[in-house]
């Protein structure tokens, strides 16, 4: 069974500061990895999309890698704004058909930038 | 407004009552899929369509649950005899057919439903 875990759960940092937001899979036979950017009590809002056949990905301020042998993405966020305060989940799509088409989500990180 | 939408944004039921949620996708994805998160979590996998066909069901969905995608189209998420332990957040995402284009999943803003 997939699990997914993002250490840490909560995160604070200065403003300016680049943000590193960590998560791992056990089962590395994945089809993607999807990072998502959640506000309080609102929905999800897709960052980035990584193929398995991907290393990584860019999107103005912000990169994810992924490093499927190792089961880890990390998404960078260069420059931290007070805007940027959320919480960052990410979530893989099993490769194995069998497991059905869904995403498997981490817990994710909450991330507070201080102005 | 393209995205995906629901409805009602809120709702407050006592325990026992039926409530229903609408889901309205982007209107090219063929996929629909139903997660539900509670507080401090990430959200979890209930169910998903192809088209109209119901494809996968989690053992998260018991049988007070039942999810529809009448035409394709629009879907309904209905809990009936609602519990405590329902209260959450319901969140529906469509995405295209993986294989056509990139598989990305796109949210609505959830539906948040609180039982007393």
């Known amino acids: 069974k997939q699990e997914v875990t993002q250490i840490p759960a909560a995160l604070s940092v200065p403003e300016g500061e680049n943000l590193v937001l960590n998560c791992s899979f056990t089962?590395?036979?994945?089809?993607?990895l999807q990072w998502f950017r959640q506000d309080p009590g609102k929905g999800l809002t897709s960052l980035l999309l990584?193929?398995?056949?991907?290393r990584e990905q860019t999107s103005g301020r912000l990169n994810a890698s992924l490093d499927k042998s190792s089961g880890r993405s990390t998404l960078y966020i260069a420059a931290s704004q007070p805007g940027d305060s959320a919480t960052y989940l990410c979530a893989v799509r099993h490769m194995i058909k069998a497991a059905g088409n869904k995403l498997t989500f981490g817990g994710g990180t909450r991330v507070l930038v201080k102005p | 407004d393209t995205g995906v939408s629901q409805d009602p944004r809120h709702k407050i039921t006592k325990r026992g009552q039926n409530v229903t949620f609408r889901c309205d996708p982007i209107?090219?994805?063929?996929?629909l899929y139903w997660y539900r998160q509670t507080l401090g979590q990430g959200p979890e996998f209930l169910t998903y369509?192809?088209?109209?066909?119901?494809?996968?069901k989690s053992r998260l969905l018991s049988d007070r649950f039942s999810a529809e995608r009448p035409k394709g189209s629009f879907s309904t998420l209905e809990i009936q005899r609602t519990e405590q332990g329902d209260s959450a957040m319901y969140l529906c995402a469509s995405s295209l057919a993986a294989g056509s284009v990139t598989g990305e999943l796109f949210f609505g803003e959830g539906s948040r439903l609180t039982v007393l």
């Open positions: 369509f192809q088209n109209e066909a119901q494809l996968e």
């Open positions: 089962d590395s036979a994945i089809y993607n």
């Open positions: 990584i193929q398995s056949s991907q």
């Open positions: 209107s090219e994805h063929n996929r």
